[in-house]
């Protein structure tokens, strides 16, 4: 595997069961090119989506994820299947870089894409996070994981792969009573993190 | 370091704060640094509502147009020059058209998010209109189309221009010149209406203003059709949300039905009118009615919210709270800060609020109107604007907001008052303006006109006793003021105005319960009404309505049947179909279905009432309550009650009205502990409220009253009869709940406080016939409470007024002709009788009435049987699923002595009326079988019918007399408590 990109989708999705079935089977080095595999098929299903729906449409992160797992792992057996934690983990990491890619390239155009600053009666009302709220919450994700490298771990399969916390356990190997408290913890620390770092750039 | 996630972790699971803190200082020792840190997670996790449980951001398509200058790249057959503005919906280009004909245009690309192919579709669905408009103040658009990357983009007339309030600030246009800027803006508007297009997003960047000939400034109204397209989305319930928010655009020139989104209201050209209004309040202010820093802040249902419900400050109003900026906006104006304030208050306050309705059917018509409004204030001649939508939010406020009924009847007053004078002013000020234009003299001459109003108000007070003054007597004689200035003809040359006042001074004394009095307004309203508009009209509709519901409340169905009926077809033909303020106009049709026995059909209405406004469920109610499902009809109370509560919070009026829905369905029930304590619910809740007068809470007392008494609470019974009494007798339109409750006290030997209770109601009618001696009701009303104290001779004299005074109709007749019954005059109660026939035309009620009058006396039937015979049968044919009208025919057959079929009439009216009014039959039913040899079961009838009686209708005059008429037949002893002087009214209850 030296090259994990594919062009093909239906290659791609051959190689992701692949190495699926290999990192399952103990191998640490399939695990690691599962993520290019999954990144370009989140990618190419992300702007094929966008071609075929509208001009532009928002597509749900999380929903995303899920279709590109159905589709690489397809039928009824995959909801079942052992291997299906290494994509998602895989797939969680991949969808999170994808993010910030995306925050990044709005944050720039918004501020430096030689558009004027808009009048505030014509700025619309939008549900869409600023793009600065992912980027900060990936720069305090890479502090915690340095420190808590399970609880990011967690953070990371569900909310960007929108595993449920009994889904993150299963996958993570860990009881849904500990998730709980993982997850109680990370988002308290991720939240004092971010805000504190908000607060001090105001001042 | 201790672990700070076992420390945090076993802290958060402690719920009491002081023994988290005893556990955080032992676990945490003497580091400080860690017990601040895991003290901040533990913030942290209190503060950090749904961080990370809301899925992150949505993907989107960075790459778009209002990012990336499009100049030099051609899109069709246009050459895009120069990027000239970009708003909330895309960019503007302007760009060379090379063919068909070579020349610049703007060409607007629209931003992403929406779905190209339904936004040219709509386009081109309006496209022929838009080409059909030719106006020198709107700029055309000529095309649609989709450029390569699927973005749709609009080909317009390219103006040079600058918006409207920008270019007036930068001229320092007067108010006078902003004013005449904006007229042109109406009338484009106008010409694009009566092509049929709605702009939708009217705002100064759609109107930019651009230099003619001479320099003289033209202003241009911009994007005509674009809304539409790209706006008008279809919205799925799935896609509500993000779609709606994509494309709301700004919300402070949106009008409240555009914020409403829902499918039931479409937007028509009157929402355009609002956002003229919206961009009028700012080239006279400065500032939009809703602040722009607020709104964009706001949620996005908050924003929904006040553009729906909160009233805006009136821009006189905003100004004097600018503070600092007064300075600057009057500067702008070349004016000062108190002339600015002075020009504006008054008409333009109006006209301005008038485009501003919440509620589009209060709006200026149309643009043009609203323009020929402007037009009338430059001219100096008086506007049309403000006093009747004044009068309009202070009804709904009177019908919603009953609590506050003495605050409101005294706003009620002071709006009254200011819409006499207002318009009278508008008048007063032209002259005045001509004449010596002294506003001096204008404020002056209004304070006289107030003071004058309020100083005439209160005789009646003065002249009733203690215990028995009622507060809003006062108020009632204070709009009988107004009244008098407008009989006198302070409105002579305003009939429109006129009718206006009328019909809300009849529904504030509706409010108040004076139903009456009411009545005499909304006639002559309806009467202007249709003089002014003619006889097919929203507010002759309205009108029609609003008498017919009065009346039909005062139980004069004969008139309100056809009332509401034409009213209501009137209004279907204006309103759509769906239109919320067909339920109020619905729940009136149903009342009158219900009276009328037209149970399936009140059923149907009520269930479109629901269709309309699922939450209108008390026509519902009250179907069901007649038909005796009365388990259906508590579950839907319940429901009534949860909603009513969590919508309106505990302490509201229409909890209360809820409570006592659902206590009369337990009563009905039999659940008498339960009906009990929701009575006293709603009592205290009147209390707490303070809305301890008005007639709910006069049945309130009363009905706990009966609750008690059924259960052998007989002194607490009596304590709640007193207090509803010493209310009720205040209010000449309720007199027959202090008749009955005069009766009830009667029947336990309280004869002296009955008595004493009717006189004051007798006081309280005869200051009222003072104030209003032409309205006959009041006349008959007084005649009841002279026929309960058995003084026939002043019951004759006040039914003859009543009679002189409405010859045309047969209840004053009817009203007379049951005084002579009871006073022992057959031959006369014949003669009115035989009038009332005249007048009676095909009215079941009317026949009824008068059947019942002859059958009940004996004597009286004696003299004509074959007539009385006629009526009853008449009354029963025309309505034959009336249990009371088959009840009248019983008496009557057993008075002509056919026993057997008198039987069969009477047992038909129990089976109709479910067990209501089961001694009226009942003791007649005893009579006929003892008559018919059938001893036991007669014994047997007349021992139900006195349980039921002194269960139910305890002292009840008319029964009494058929209790004792029964007894006497049977053989037994008489009614030991019942004075024998005592009579009744004669229709049934």
Avoid at chain 1, 64 to 86: I, M, P, Q
Avoid at chain 1, 178 to 190: E, G, M, N, V, Y
Avoid at chain 2, 28 to 40: I, K, T
Avoid at chain 2, 75 to 101: D, N, S, T, W
Wanted: glycine content about 6%.
């Amino acid at each position: 595997m030296q090259n994990p990109s594919i062009e093909d989708a239906d290659a791609r999705c051959a190689a992701v069961t692949q190495l699926l079935n290999q990192a399952k089977a103990g191998d640490r080095q399939a695990a690691g090119d599962l993520l290019p595999l999954v990144y370009d098929e989140l990618r190419a299903l992300a702007a094929k989506k966008m071609r075929q729906e509208r001009g532009d449409h928002t597509l749900q992160a999380t929903a995303l994820v899920h279709e590109a797992y159905l589709r690489v792992l397809g039928g009824a057996d995959a909801a079942r299947w052992d291997g299906r934690w290494h994509f998602f983990a895989a797939a969680a990491q991949a969808m999170r870089r994808i993010l910030v890619e995306n925050a990044r390239q709005r944050g720039r155009l918004k501020r430096g894409g030689g558009g004027e600053r808009l009048n505030l009666d014509d700025v619309n009302v939008t549900v869409d996070q600023p793009p600065d709220h992912l980027l900060a919450l990936d720069e305090a994700l890479i502090e915690f994981a340095q420190k808590h490298p399970a609880e990011a771990r967690l953070v990371q399969l569900r909310y960007f792969a929108g595993l449920t916390r009994d889904q993150a356990a299963e996958a993570l190997g860990i009881s849904p009573a500990t998730a709980s408290r993982d997850w109680a913890f990370a988002r308290a620390w991720l939240y004092k993190r971010i805000t504190e770092t908000e607060r001090s750039d105001e001042g | 370091m201790k672990d700070e996630k076992a420390i945090f972790t076993e802290a958060i699971a402690i719920a009491n704060a002081v023994e988290r803190r005893a556990f955080l200082n032992r676990a945490c020792g003497d580091d400080a640094e860690l017990r601040a840190h895991v003290q901040s997670l533990i913030d942290a996790h209190e503060r950090a509502g749904t961080f990370l449980e809301a899925p992150p951001a949505g993907l989107q398509n960075a790459q778009t147009h209002s990012a990336v200058d499009l100049a030099g790249t051609t899109i069709g057959h246009y050459k895009l020059l120069e990027r000239i503005g970009e708003g909330g919906m895309g960019v503007v280009y302007m760009a060379e058209q090379m063919r068909p004909v070579k020349r610049r245009v703007a060409l607007k690309i629209i931003k992403p998010g929406l779905d190209t192919k339904q936004v040219i579709a709509r386009f081109e669905a309006e496209r022929q209109a838009l080409a059909m408009m030719d106006h020198p103040n709107i700029a055309k658009v000529f095309e649609a189309g989709t450029t390569e990357t699927g973005h749709p983009y609009f080909v317009m007339e390219l103006v040079r221009g600058i918006p409207i309030t920008d270019y007036c600030d930068q001229h320092q246009l007067t108010p006078r010149q902003r004013l005449e800027l904006f007229l042109p803006v109406c009338q484009a508007v106008q010409h694009a209406h009566q092509k049929g297009i709605i702009h939708r997003d009217l705002k100064p960047n759609n109107v930019l203003v651009t230099l003619g000939d001479n320099d003289k400034p033209v202003p241009k109204v911009i994007d005509f059709g674009i809304a539409k397209a790209t706006g008008e989305q279809r919205l799925t319930d799935r896609t509500l949300f993000t779609e709606f928010r994509q494309l709301i655009g700004t919300p402070l020139y949106m009008s409240p039905e555009q914020a409403e989104m829902s499918q039931l209201t479409d937007v028509d050209t009157r929402s355009d009118v609002y956002s003229l209004g919206v961009l009028l309040y700012e080239l006279l202010t400065g500032t939009t009615p809703f602040d722009k820093q607020r709104l964009a802040k706001a949620a996005y249902d908050e924003v929904r919210r006040i553009i729906r419900e909160e009233e805006p400050p009136r821009p006189s109003t905003r100004l004097s709270t600018m503070g600092d900026v007064l300075t600057t906006v009057s500067a702008q104006r070349q004016t000062d800060p108190k002339k600015l304030s002075q020009t504006v208050r008054g008409e333009l306050d109006w006209i301005v609020m008038k485009a501003l309705e919440k509620e589009r059917s209060r709006r200026y018509e149309t643009a043009i109107g609203l323009a020929h409004d402007v037009g009338r204030y430059l001219a100096d001649q008086p506007v049309e604007a403000c006093p009747p939508s004044r009068m309009y939010r202070l009804r709904k406020f009177a019908r919603r907001n009953r609590p506050l009924l003495a605050t409101v009847a005294v706003i009620a007053i002071v709006l009254i008052v200011a819409t006499v004078f207002s318009s009278w002013q508008a008048v007063r000020a032209t002259r005045a303006r001509i004449e010596a234009g002294r506003e001096a003299d204008k404020q002056k001459a209004i304070n006289d006109f107030l003071q004058d109003m309020l100083q005439s108000a209160n005789p009646y007070a003065t002249s009733l006793s203690e215990p028995y003054k009622g507060k809003d007597v006062t108020v009632l004689q204070a709009i009988g003021g107004a009244v008098r200035r407008i009989d006198e003809g302070a409105l002579k040359d305003r009939p429109e105005i006129e009718a206006a006042v009328r019909d809300t001074i009849g529904e504030t004394y509706s409010s108040l319960g004076e139903r009456i009095l009411a009545q005499a307004q909304q006639r002559e309203a309806l009467r202007l009404a249709r003089q002014v508009y003619g006889p097919e009209h929203p507010v002759v509709a309205q009108d029609m309505l609003d008498l017919g519901h009065t009346l039909f409340l005062v139980g004069g169905r004969a008139e309100a049947g056809p009332l509401l009926r034409q009213g209501l077809a009137m209004q279907r033909k204006f309103l759509d179909e769906k239109d919320p303020r067909l339920v109020e106009s619905l729940r009136r049709f149903c009342q009158l279905l219900l009276s009328e026995d037209a149970d399936a059909e009140a059923e149907k209405v009520a269930r479109e009432i629901i269709r309309i406004d699922p939450r209108a469920t008390s026509a519902l109610v009250e179907v069901l309550a007649q038909q005796h499902r009365c388990a259906e009809a508590e579950s839907v109370y319940r429901q009534l009650l949860t909603s009513t509560e969590q919508e309106n919070g505990a302490d509201h009026v229409r909890t209360r009205q809820t409570l006592m829905g659902l206590a009369q369905v337990l009563d009905a029930e039999d659940k008498l502990p339960e009906a009990e304590a929701m009575y006293r619910r709603g009592l205290e809740l009147s209390q707490r409220l303070r809305f301890t007068d008005d007639p709910t809470y006069i049945c309130m007392e009363l009905n706990l009253g009966d609750v008690l008494r059924e259960q052998g609470k007989i002194d607490d019974a009596n304590v709640h009869y007193r207090r509803g009494l010493k209310c009720a007798v205040t209010h000449p339109s309720r007199q027959h709940l202090p008749i009955r409750l005069a009766e009830i006290l009667r029947a336990q030997g309280l004869a002296t406080e009955a008595d004493a209770a009717l006189r004051h109601l007798i006081a309280t009618f005869t200051e009222a016939i003072r104030a209003e001696p032409k309205i006959t009701q009041l006349w008959i009303g007084r005649a009841m409470c002279y026929r309960a104290l058995a003084e026939y001779t002043e019951a004759v004299a006040d039914c003859t007024k009543a009679v002189e005074l409405e010859p045309g109709d047969w209840a004053t007749w009817s009203h007379r002709a049951s005084v002579y019954a009871l006073s022992g005059h057959p031959e006369l109660a014949e003669a009115d009788i035989a009038k009332a026939m005249e007048h009676a035309d095909q009215n079941a009620v009317a026949y009824n009435d008068l059947a019942w009058i002859m059958a009940a006396e004996p004597s009286l039937f004696a003299r004509n049987p074959k007539l009385a015979m006629e009526l009853a049968e008449r009354s029963s044919s025309l309505a034959p699923n009336s249990g009371s009208h088959w009840n009248t025919l019983g008496l009557a057959l057993y008075r002509a002595g056919d026993y057997v079929k008198a039987i069969d009439a009477l047992t038909r009216s129990l089976q109709l009326q479910k067990g209501d009014d089961f001694s009226w039959d009942a003791f007649f039913l005893a009579m006929a079988r003892w008559r018919l040899g059938h001893k036991d079961e007669a014994r047997n009838w007349y021992s139900q019918a006195v349980q039921w009686m002194d269960k139910h209708e305890p002292g009840k005059a008319e029964l009494t007399r058929f209790r004792d008429e029964a007894s006497q037949l049977l053989q037994l002893p008489l009614s030991a408590t019942t004075p024998t002087t005592i009579s009744a009214p004669a229709s049934r209850p």
